[in-house]
């Protein structure tokens, strides 16, 4: 089994260094002449603190550090809702393409490019059914922001002053809340039926003249597909209100079926969730935002076009809402996901929302009748994830979700999300994807079989995991900034001991 380095073995940048140890690739300040003059003033005073090391213990030192780590090139990571997919190594080569492009050029200076964005933005259109999409928002909160800010402008044009209720479904990513509040909407949550699915009792008594629009995703974050989709969307459409689609979740039916088919007027996409670019701890994303029909005009600009033959970065629609961005500094995940598409071809991607979808209820098959665990709300077939509740476990052995995860992680695994979505207890939350060999899914579904039975046996034993790993267990709230942790912290303690509800 693979396993991590230890933080308790002495990591070399960690002792200064045998004075005068010096990397051999560049050479001697004394043995090149020295051209330029750096005035006194932007001199420093005094020589930096910094270890004087060799090349091979400076590359021992990083090489140390990413054995530290986890990511998806070590090993399974079924983090759900993330889309942590395998990421193709054809992309980062093709990345480098672009690495030395300035965003002032000249337009004839950079016409390969400028025709990349542009095949781009006529793909993913074709691939959510959408008329037009903009490379414009650099993450997918971002892209959800410049949606909801789309949406209130359409309503403003057309003067409704006292429009101000954003529905957002009670799964949704806290980024559509967050979203909808930072545009200055309410918000108010739709309640999930006992199907797992939206209340359309709920949301057509909720719809009404003060409703912009609506935030969901589908398949939504418990994985099930929103059958309703169609009827959802002439409950809101009756009074003008839009349809926003979180597309973060696309990987499920890519390939199937399209957002823009099911009615929605506004998407954004993940290019680093579904589209194969590399992300996580924060890193550079990439989003798209694409809009049908009278909402393109909206779009954030400036978007490619075509004019006589040569392609130009200065397509703004006529009501766009502005830039989200300066620039394209994140051109190259675009690169990425560009190569990515390219490479499957449209067979590929058209198997990706069916493979997925296969991983996980190949995966539920394995842990379904797991003693401790239960799939709430329906027994229908998952699409590119599952959520399973370990609330039985936690009552029965005192072993909750969250020691399954640090359990997972000593046997070489990523955890599953957990406590996520918030309308199922003890949440684990699997995101298998396309990528995984069978075998890992059997692996995987093994150590979380085994560790349930430890549960049942010797639960003291899980208490204390991770034990493999370069940390071991920490304390979740103050492992976070404790001064920004703790409002939200109190709020989901208060909300788990049913004192408030945050419904509305
Ligand atoms: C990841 C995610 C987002 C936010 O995307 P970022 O690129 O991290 O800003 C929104 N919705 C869902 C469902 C997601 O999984």
């Not at 030395?100 to 542009?118: A, K, N, R, S």
């Not at 399954?404 to 000593?410: E, V």
């Amino acid at each position: 089994m693979w396993r991590q380095a230890k933080w308790d073995e002495p990591l070399i940048m960690e002792y200064k260094g045998n004075g005068g140890r010096i990397g051999t690739l560049i050479p001697h300040e004394k043995e090149i002449e020295i051209k330029l003059r750096i005035p006194e003033r932007l001199k420093r005073s005094k020589e930096p603190e910094i270890p004087e090391l060799s090349e091979l213990e400076v590359v021992r030192h990083f090489i140390r550090l990413s054995q530290m780590s986890f990511g998806v090139d070590t090993g399974f990571m079924p983090l759900g809702s993330c889309t942590m997919k395998y990421n193709p190594k054809v992309e980062e080569k093709t990345s480098e393409l672009v690495s030395e492009y300035h965003p002032l050029q000249d337009f004839d200076t950079v016409q390969g490019i400028l025709e990349m964005i542009y095949e781009m933005q006529n793909m993913l259109a074709e691939i959510t059914g959408m008329d037009q999409c903009s490379l414009q928002v650099p993450a997918g909160a971002a892209g959800e922001l410049a949606g909801v800010l789309m949406i209130k402008k359409y309503h403003e044009d057309k003067n409704r002053k006292n429009r101000d209720e954003m529905l957002v479904a009670d799964s949704a990513h806290g980024t559509n809340p967050a979203s909808a509040a930072m545009a200055g909407y309410k918000v108010i949550y739709i309640r999930t039926n006992k199907d797992g699915l939206v209340d359309i009792d709920v949301l057509r008594e909720v719809t009404s003249e003060k409703t912009v629009g609506f935030m969901l995703t589908n398949p939504n974050t418990l994985g099930l597909f929103e059958s309703d989709i169609l009827e959802i969307s002439k409950i809101l459409h009756r009074v003008d209100a839009k349809l926003y689609y979180d597309g973060a979740n696309l990987n499920g039916i890519l390939g199937v079926v399209r957002p823009g088919d099911m009615g929605f007027d506004v998407v954004h996409l993940n290019l680093h969730k579904t589209f194969g670019v590399p992300h996580g701890g924060g890193g550079p994303g990439a989003g798209a935002i694409c809009a049908k029909g009278e909402m393109v005009d909206y779009l954030p600009y400036p978007l490619v076009q075509k004019k006589d033959g040569k392609f130009t970065l200065d397509y703004i629609p006529s009501k766009s809402i502005g830039k989200i961005a300066t620039f394209y500094g994140n051109i190259a995940n675009v690169v990425r996901a560009y190569s990515y598409i390219l490479g499957l071809g449209s067979k590929g991607i058209s198997m990706i929302g069916k493979l997925s979808t296969l991983a996980t209820n190949y995966l539920i098959s394995k842990l379904k009748g797991v003693r401790g665990l239960s799939l709430p709300y329906s027994d229908r077939p998952r699409k590119h994830e599952v959520v399973f509740s370990a609330k039985q476990l936690l009552n029965e052995t005192g072993i909750s979700a969250n020691d399954i995860a640090k359990t997972l992680l000593d046997r070489g695994f990523y955890a599953p999300t957990i406590y996520f979505p918030p309308n199922v207890e003890e949440a684990l939350m699997i995101e298998p994807t396309e990528t995984e060999p069978k075998e890992v899914l059997d692996k995987y579904a093994d150590a979380i079989r085994q560790i349930v039975e430890e549960a049942y046996k010797n639960p003291q034993l899980l208490l204390n995991s991770p034990s493999n790993t370069s940390v071991g267990r920490i304390d979740q709230v103050t492992a976070n900034h404790p001064s920004s942790v703790t409002p939200t912290y109190r709020v989901y303690r208060l909300r788990s001991e049913g004192k408030i509800s945050i419904l509305k």
